[in-house]
């Protein structure tokens, strides 16, 4: 996901033509590179020396004079040596922003659970937009990876009480690191608490899931694998059979074969389900030519 093409060169260009001096890029600076929320939770090395090489080269094909803010903040992260993890924060509508601690690689420590994927980039917008499924209620979420999806819930849509869940060691430490980082726990409200589910042991699951007694279900980007969407579908098959849960599910279809096997698994274990994909708005930076749906699971009515 590069969130660097995602940037709006193409206003950055006009302002810089129309206004040659320091100040407008002295102001970028302020809102980018030298936020306070960058000196706090400061994103990839990588990314920042990309990110202000690439400002540098579009001020001087503008022709604008030179700001030695602008320098002396890439002589900063010149030949510093990138971490294996970084900080990336995702700004709100209400100005407020969730910051997480992200592994830099897609795949590290046997997982992909360590980066926020554009599934539960595009859930989350879905939430901001669709708040009354969650205000009020006990929500559970199945995979929740660095936890972006669910904090942002938790942040804008008033549940009750909030559980994060996954099984991966390394992926429950770093969601909770940031469920802390971002001033959530079983004492604020919502109440919120981190459970390590594992979805292959049936009884022990089954047993969690009636102790949580969640309203509201969500998972994003949990069907990727033919064996995981078997062990997902069992085990939506058991919350719908104590609970009448709404559960919603967001995709990235990356693989049609995989996707349609978890639909068909669905149908054989007498599941239904209901597209709900539609626009919703930009709130967070993603590529959204990404083929994408969200779903809601139901058990279908025999008879």
Known sequence: MNRLASFPWTFIETELQSNKSSEFMSELLKQTCLHPLCGKFPPSVRFRRLFLSELIKRQEAAG????????????????????????????????????????????????????TWEAALHLAEWALENQQVFTGRSVLELGSGVGLTGITVCRSCNPLRFVFSDCHPAVLQKLRENVRLNGLGEETSPAVR??????????????????????????????????????????????????????????????????????LRLEAAGLGHQVLTRPVRAVFPYNRLAPLELIKVFRVQEG
């Open 64 to 115: 604008c004079d030179p700001l030695d803010e602008l320098y002396d903040a890439l002589a900063e992260v010149v030949g510093v040596e990138e971490t294996p993890d970084c900080y990336k924060s995702y700004f709100l509508p209400s100005g407020d922003a969730v910051s997480l601690l992200e592994n830099i690689a897609l795949i590290s420590e046997g997982t992909t659970g360590l980066v």
């Open 194 to 263: 981190v459970d390590e589910l594992d979805w292959e042991a049936a009884a022990a699951a089954e047993e969690q899931i009636r102790g949580i007694g969640a309203d509201t279900v969500i998972a994003a980007d949990v069907v990727y694998d033919p064996d995981v969407a078997g062990s997902l579908v069992k085990l939506l098959l058991k919350i719908l059979s104590c609970s009448s849960a709404e559960i919603l599910i967001c995709s990235t279809v990356r693989n049609p074969e995989t996707y349609g096997g978890f639909k």
